[in-house]
């Protein structure tokens, strides 16, 4: 696998950077289709041959490992395909149908082998094992350490979290395989009939590792959070330019590992020119694009720093906000002189996720408070439930 890998390196190594990509995903899910492929004909062999149901249900499990590794291949090539007309944000999401499907077969597969293992415990029947059976199930072990070690290598080179699952998901199979192995050992020295209920264990992590991929794939295909390492990255990137002020309401719209929108607000000081602003957020949309792949939005929010009459305002309803004790925050703070000399203040408010009160009741409150601090002004309030990250205003 170490020689294989130097050897792909470089014979890749004057493709760009998605084609690299696209290379190493196609590349490893090729090496895992062809080795589950071959042991579950291997191990379907020895099943009907020696007459284990567990040994049958761990070959199904290999079997399930080389649709995984399909998907793989599958995914990774429509990741290098262009958008088109009728599909411009990418055809990656294909994948998430793909897996859907498989996986609603696996769990119908998983829940015959339920069965066939439960006729098993009511009626066992002698086991025939031998040494070259033993053989290739230690071999089957040593090749999915093998898969291991080649899937976290390659998720490595590309930094893909695809990659990385897929090698749990072997290491997952070699424990499966070794608990195949004791039970025979066991049952050929002790006489036991403990084929049936390694066969069941068997059947029921399909079932549960099925589950878990529907899971995953509706999740996909409705548009799930991002990941932590996601969010982080792109926070960090933002609080490193030091011309703006703040930012936040950064939300972020993934069609696949390699097609990330994302639209942020960005607060600047309100006595730049408009050319000044355009070129600072020009600036951060051209490093996300060309450093990190996201296609991000910047909407500007000027913010008039030097104005007492504001600051004071300001003051007043951060008072108020956090008189409720609620975790709430605020941003996007403006203030509108109207016609007859009254104020509309506008801001936004992050209102956490375990929060119950309704915006209406919330916003009552916020007039009425601020009326008694203020007077007779109008808050005109903007409530946030759904933004990602952590609020990085300047008020």
Same mark, same amino acid.
């Given at each position: 696998m170490f020689l294989f890998r130097r050897w792909f390196k470089k014979k890749i190594k004057n493709q760009s950077v998605i084609q690299q990509r696209t290379s190493y995903g196609i590349v490893a899910?090729?090496?895992?289709?062809i080795s589950n492929l071959a042991l579950f004909v291997i191990k379907v062999i020895v099943g009907l041959i020696s007459g284990s149901i567990s040994i049958i249900t761990d070959?199904?499990?290999? /079997? *399930?490992?080389?649709? *995984? *590794?399909?998907?793989t291949v599958i995914g990774f090539k429509m990741a290098g395909k262009k958008p088109d007309h009728d599909h411009p944000y990418g055809h990656e999401r294909s994948e998430s149908i793909s897996g859907l499907l498989i996986s609603i077969v696996i769990t119908f597969v998983g829940l015959q082998f339920v069965k066939s293992s439960f006729d098993k415990i009511v009626d066992p029947n002698v086991v025939h094992m031998s040494w070259q059976i033993y053989l290739v199930l230690l071999i089957s072990i040593v090749l999915k350490l093998a898969q291991v070690y080649f899937y976290k290598q390659i998720a490595g080179d590309i930094d893909s979290e695809t990659l990385l699952a897929t090698a749990k998901d072997s290491l997952n199979d070699v424990y499966t395989t070794v608990a195949v192995l004791i039970s025979a050992v066991i049952q050929a020295q002790t006489g036991w009939a403990l084929d049936g209920w390694v066969g069941l264990g068997v059947a029921i992590y399909i079932l549960i590792s099925a589950v878990?991929?529907?899971?995953?794939f509706i999740s996909e295909l409705l548009g799930h959070q991002p990941s932590e390492q996601l969010v982080e990255k792109m926070t960090e990137r933002?609080? *490193?330019?030091?011309?703006?002020?703040g930012?936040?309401? /950064?939300l972020i719209h993934q069609y696949g590992p390699n097609t990330i929108f994302a639209s942020v607000h960005i607060e600047i000081d309100s006595r730049w020119e408009l050319d000044q602003a355009h070129q600072v957020t020009d600036q951060i949309e051209h490093d996300f694009w060309h450093q990190l792949r996201i296609h991000l939005v910047c909407h500007l929010d000027p913010i008039d720093i030097d104005n007492q009459k504001y600051a004071k305002i300001y003051e007043a309803v951060q008072a108020v906000v956090k008189h409720y004790n609620l975790g709430l925050t605020t941003h996007d703070f403006h203030v509108e002189e109207l016609v007859n000399e009254d104020e509309l203040i506008q801001f936004d408010v992050v209102v956490p996720e375990e929060i119950k009160t309704s915006d209406d009741e919330l916003l009552v409150s916020i007039n009425h408070d601020l009326r008694k601090i203020l007077g007779d002004v109008t808050a005109e309030v903007t409530f946030d439930h759904n933004y990602i990250g952590d609020d990085h205003s300047l008020i």
């Open positions: 899910g090729l090496v895992g289709l070959a199904i499990n290999n /079997l *399930s490992d080389t649709f *995984s *590794s399909a998907l878990g991929l529907i899971r995953t933002l609080a *490193s330019y030091g011309d703006i002020l930012f936040h309401d /950064l």
